[in-house]
């Protein structure tokens, strides 16, 4: 033991030594980093907002300003902004900037330039960005970051070093110690029993050390790959969201792992068309989100195979590759028969679940046998998840109100996976969810999932209400967790967006020609204003109450009579259920009614197209209309609000848009509406109408910034990131040991 003694105290002098000299290093390297990152954030910000800014100054509105303003310091590392004029005067800054930076001071930088200041509250970095436009300078723009989080960050990798250091010095003395008392194979197994967190027992054997020494590699490496990847999580408002990051994500944090992506719609649709089978993407929300996260990360998509030519595609387990010309993915789909289907998904999931989420008046309808098919159809799509993993971990995307039980039965089957469930349409609040006769059923299936997210924190403060009332449950409202038989379950909210259309603007025709082709196809002349609506069929929409509005719009600004009319594209949905039936005869009967009072010969107030449109035509009567509307009475999110701004790369167009929807929280920018009152969403039309170029080109450069920086990637990598953290805490669990639980809960069982 002297010897060992005589080992470990040098060791130990020496590891101190070189933590003292090596964290002073690192802190100041950190800080160099991080303020290099600051000056780089600074810039890009500068450059994003001075055009904007330019034409704000320019309106000398200062309501418009300080709202622009207080959007900018949204981000929560950026503490406050203030606008010093050219004579050095601060005309503008936000309630959070600090009395103490004047725009003359001493140490405020100029022009280009930057600093860090020591205020009464803590550090801050100011970089002062010049604002120039329209031929002349405007004055200088102070953006102040808070550098507390660095601080913190600093503090962190501080005990990071330390603990590595110790953890170092504890493993190389307990070898030490090991070495000395134990023989050869004997410390090759007490090793392994360590890392395995078995303690020191099976000491006895006699394996080949070769044997024994590829298995210590093998955990060695995982605990080394858990410790990197830690290390390598970022921040994700610090990266650029792109097909790429996304890949990056999943290499550097998921690598290895399967991705399996579950819902009823599938992404691609097999029919025959004239003795040919043609290939269609359906026009749904889930398949505009989820096909490019499908891309980037490959894997199984599994689906219900709804085309009548799907099942003369795939092969013998039911599997077929896509996209066709470019084949990255699998579907695995699943088949139904038509009393399966009518009662698992026209039934339950759209006469019962959908009514009951929408607040849209619709009364929901629930049978014991559609509940009996809903179950059914679960149980065969968990069944097909559970055929599918390789692995008894992998990562399950469950998708939608269609699939609420599948979550617990591949929990049940599967303890290890982590499951990401996403609700893609509204929670209601509780007393309306006890409406339906199983709703306890409902819950503990959702409750399967790792993650479960929804569009907006509303609908997910709904869901932990509800559960909080309906089930046994332990809930952690800080940390939005939910303990339910054991099982934690994290409740986060997740916007879902679309993906950024870079690649597919070569395929656009241009602004003009849109305009053009869209008037032509409605036999309309070129000077004639434009509206449109697209959505699918359903009487959530608000399609009714638009076209009412367009009846007012005539009624009280009669110019427009002969001079504007609305196009409803309206893609087929649902049509076997009585309502949706119901609604389709509304709307044309509407349409009619309104067409026979202000239409007269060559003119048509409303056309309607009640029929499937390929992207590539919708995207042409976005950039050729001159508004849309999106009306809906209650929504999750609503991704054509997004497609239409994404589409306006000429930065004009207006969006009306229902304040009952996700997207009014981000997008504040459009004209926000109450489907229901009639005489606003008239008056709102009217001023789409009469909107000047420059305001439309200011309201859309804003809301085109939002979508591109908040796409679908974003929306995935979250969900995958917050996996991957989870995944890597159960490794660690798993590999530390958790056979005695006072190890874990500091003592106390």
């Known amino acids: 033991m002297r010897l060992s003694l005589r080992f470990l105290l040098p060791l130990a002098l020496v590891l101190a030594g070189l933590a003292y000299a090596v964290i002073p290093l690192v802190d100041t390297l950190t800080l160099k980093w991080f303020v290099r990152d600051l000056e780089i954030r ?73 600093t860090l200041l020591r205020l009464p509250q803590g550090a801050v970095h100011v970089a002062a960005v010049g604002i120039e436009g329209n031929g002349r300078i405007w004055g200088r723009l102070l953006l102040v970051h808070d550098m507390s989080w660095i601080e913190r960050r600093s503090s962190d990798t501080k005990w990071y ?104 719609r599938e992404p691609y649709i097999h029919n025959w068309e004239d003795q040919q089978i043609e290939v269609q993407v359906p026009a749904s929300g889930v398949v505009t989100a989820l096909e490019p996260v499908m891309r980037a990360c490959s894997g199984v998509w599994i689906a ?51 009514p009951l989420c929408h607040l849209a008046h619709v009364r929901p309808v629930f049978r014991s046998s559609d509940w009996q098919h809903y179950k059914e159809i679960n149980e065969r799509f968990a069944l097909a998840i559970i055929e599918e993993a390789k692995t008894d971990n992998p990562v399950v995307l469950v998708q939608d109100y269609h699939l609420a039980l599948v979550p617990k039965l591949v929990r049940d089957h599967l303890p290890h996976a982590t499951i990401i469930t996403f609700w893609h349409i509204p929670w209601p609040n509780p007393e309306r969810y006890a409406i339906c006769p199983w709703y306890k ?4 299936g959702l409750l399967g999932s790792s993650i479960l997210g929804f569009h907006t924190r509303f609908h997910g403060s709904n869901f932990i209400e509800t559960v909080d009332r309906s089930l046994e449950t332990r809930i952690d409202r800080d940390s939005s967790t939910i303990s339910y038989q054991g099982k934690l379950t994290a ?74 009319s609305f196009i409803q594209i309206a893609a087929p949905s649902r049509s076997k259920i009585e309502e949706y039936q119901q609604l389709s005869r509304n709307v044309l009967a509407s349409a009619e009614r309104i067409n026979a009072r202000f239409g007269r010969e060559g003119y048509q107030p409303i056309h309607v197209r009640i029929e499937h449109h390929e992207p590539r035509e919708v995207s042409t009567y976005y950039r050729g209309a001159d508004f849309c509307i999106v009306s809906s009475l209650h929504d999750g999110m609503n991704l054509v609000a997004k497609e239409f701004v994404a589409a306006r790369d000429d930065e004009q167009g207006v969006l009306i848009l229902s304040q009952f929807t996700g997207a009014a929280t981000e997008l504040p920018e459009a004209l926000l509406v109450n489907p229901y009152n009639i005489d606003q969403c008239a008056a ?50 798993r590999q530390t040991g958790t056979r005695d639980v006072r190890t874990i809960t500091g003592g106390q069982a």
């Open 42 to 114: 600074s810039e890009l910000i500068g450059r994003m907002v001075e055009s904007p800014l330019v034409d704000i100054l320019a309106l000398e509105s200062k309501p418009k300003l300080l709202s622009y303003f207080n959007r900018i310091i949204q981000d929560e590392r950026l503490y406050a902004v203030g606008y010093c004029d050219r004579d050095g005067k601060l005309v503008y800054k936000t309630v959070t900037y600090p009395d103490s930076i004047p725009c003359d001071g001493l140490n405020t930088p100029k022009a280009g330039q930057t």
């Open 161 to 264: 070093l330390f603990y590595l250091f110790g953890v170092i010095g504890g493993v190389i003395s307990l070898v030490t110690v090991l070495v000395a008392h134990l023989s050869w194979r004997g410390w090759i197994a007490g090793v392994r029993a360590m890392l395995r967190g078995e303690g020191l027992i099976n000491l006895i054997g006699d394996p080949k050390p070769d044997a024994d020494l590829h298995p210590v590699a093998q955990d060695l490496r995982a605990l080394i790959h858990d410790l990197e990847a830690d290390k390598r999580m970022r921040d994700e408002s610090q990266l650029s969201w792109t097909p790429a990051t996304l890949k990056t994500i999943l290499h550097d944090h998921l690598a290895g792992d399967e991705v399996l992506i579950v819902s009823n």
């Open 304 to 354: 219900h195979g709804s085309g009548n030519a799907d099942r003369e595609v795939v092969d013998a387990r039911g599997h077929v590759r896509v996209p066709p010309d470019d084949p990255e993915y699998e579907i695995r789909r699943i088949w139904m028969s038509p009393e399966e289907e009518a009662g698992y998904y026209y039934g339950f999931a759209n006469e019962g679940l959908w």
């Open 441 to 444: 059923e409902i819950l503990e």
């Open 491 to 564: 409740v986060n909210h997740y916007p879902i967006s679309i993906a950024w259309p870079e690649q597919q603007r070569s395929l656009w025709l241009p602004v003009s020609e849109c305009k053009t082709r869209i008037r032509t196809l409605n036999t309309l002349s070129h000077t004639h204003r434009v509206g449109v609506g697209v959505e699918r069929l359903d009487y959530t929409k608000g399609i009714l109450e638009r076209f009412l509005a367009i009846e007012r719009l005539l009624e009280l600004q009669p110019e427009w009579i002969g001079r504007f």
């Open 684 to 733: 709102a039309m009217h001023l789409a109408l009469t909107m000047p170029p420059v305001e439309q080109r200011a309201r859309m450069r804003s809301m085109r910034g939002i979508v591109q920086e908040f796409n679908v990637y974003r929306w995935a990598g979250r969900m995958l990131m917050d996996a991957a953290r989870m995944r890597q805490r159960a490794r660690i669990v």
